[in-house]
């Protein structure tokens, strides 16, 4: 059970407090039509020197005139560097992950960036794929950080971003995660009070869980300083009061279900304390493994028009 002083102590293991935003310094690459929507490629800043790429879908009608809530989606890892927002933007990798296509089509906008050492944030390097990404991660531990504080500064310009367009309602945002992308979602979680609604989709791999099969997670997991006092389920407990919902897979051994298991009421009772109970839901999938099955996606798509319709 984590003190009461936990989210100082979780700040710090993380690397300390995040600098305050500067200029987005926004730019439009193109613009593509599409049946129902169009796709906006663009560019703003995180920090200086250091700018993100990113997809924005916006549906047909959808304008400052008529604005639409939106979800961030943060893409998976899966070993697939060459991949990051043009999975869910639904320009390559497996449709099952085209998340951003299927949240447009919903009527809401959707911002889709690349995570640091994907896609287009890993050009300019000499080194790729899992040697640059270990780079990366030592780059900020040298500096006192984690590559999870990386992650969560750039999500929340992100979430900078996207509330600062005509065509958002700012006060309906949501994010979305699979994989990589879940952890990117609870770990953000406790410093963005702006999104209203968040779906973590496969995967809450506690540091118990992680020594006990010897499972090597990636960098973005790791925050330290925390364990064994608390474990990941604390981190997403600071979500609470806003509405969580988290999938599972029974067979996902990225997060072994017996840890899952007891996770959930960890976050249930942190809803309780604050009477929010009915803002937290999860979903455990029977005989499946590491996916995004039509039931789980139902029920993200059930719970954000709950939440941001």
């Known amino acids: ?27 439009t690459i193109r613009v593509e039509k599409k049946d129902g929507y169009r796709l906006e490629w663009i560019t703003y800043d995180s920090e200086p020197n250091d700018s993100i790429p990113a997809v924005v879908l916006v549906p ?7 604005p639409a809530p939106a979800i961030c989606i943060w893409h998976q890892h899966n070993g697939q560097w060459h991949l ?14 085209h998340t951003g296509v299927a949240l447009v ?19 300019g390097f000499q080194l790729q794929g899992g040697a640059l990404e270990r780079l990366l991660y030592l780059k900020y531990v040298v500096r006192g950080k984690t590559m999870a504080w990386k992650n969560v500064l750039d999500m929340r310009r992100a979430v900078d971003y996207i509330s600062s367009r ?26 963005e009070p ?37 474990d990941t389920p604390d981190i997403v407990s600071l979500i609470a009061p806003r509405a969580l919902h988290m ?18 009421p960890v976050i249930r009772r942190a809803y309780e304390s604050m009477h929010a109970e009915d803002n937290f839901s999860f979903f455990i ?25």
């Not at 047909?60 to 008529?66: F, K, S, T, Y």
């Not at 309602?169 to 609870?186: K, N, Q, V």
């Not at 809450?204 to 960098?219: D, Q, R, S």
């Open 1 to 27: 059970m984590p003190s009461v002083d936990f989210k100082e102590r979780l700040l710090a293991g993380l690397g300390g407090p995040f600098p305050e935003g500067g200029d987005l310094n926004v730019k």
């Open 60 to 66: 047909d009608g959808v304008d400052g005139n008529n």
């Open 84 to 97: 990051g927002k043009s999975e869910p933007a639904g320009l390559a990798g497996n449709e099952m992950h």
């Open 105 to 123: 089509r919903e009527g809401y906008v959707v911002l889709c960036p690349d995570a640091l050492g994907f896609e287009d944030r890993a050009k």
């Open 166 to 191: 005509a065509d958002v309602d700012s006060e309906r945002l949501g994010c979305y995660g699979h994989s990589m992308g879940s952890t990117h979602a609870y770990m953000l979680g406790p410093w």
């Open 194 to 230: 702006r999104l209203n609604a968040t779906v973590c989709n496969c995967c809450l791999p506690t540091y118990a869980a992680i020594e006990e099969h010897e499972i090597l997670h990636c960098f973005p997991n790791f925050v330290t300083g925390i364990y064994p006092e608390a």
């Open 247 to 264: 999938n599972f897979g029974e067979l996902d051994g990225g997060s072994p279900i017996e840890y899952v298991k007891k996770a959930m």
């Open 285 to 309: 999938e029977p005989a499946v493994g590491h996916v995004l099955s039509d039931e789980m996606w139902q029920r993200t798509k059930s719970f954000f028009a709950k939440n941001l319709g």
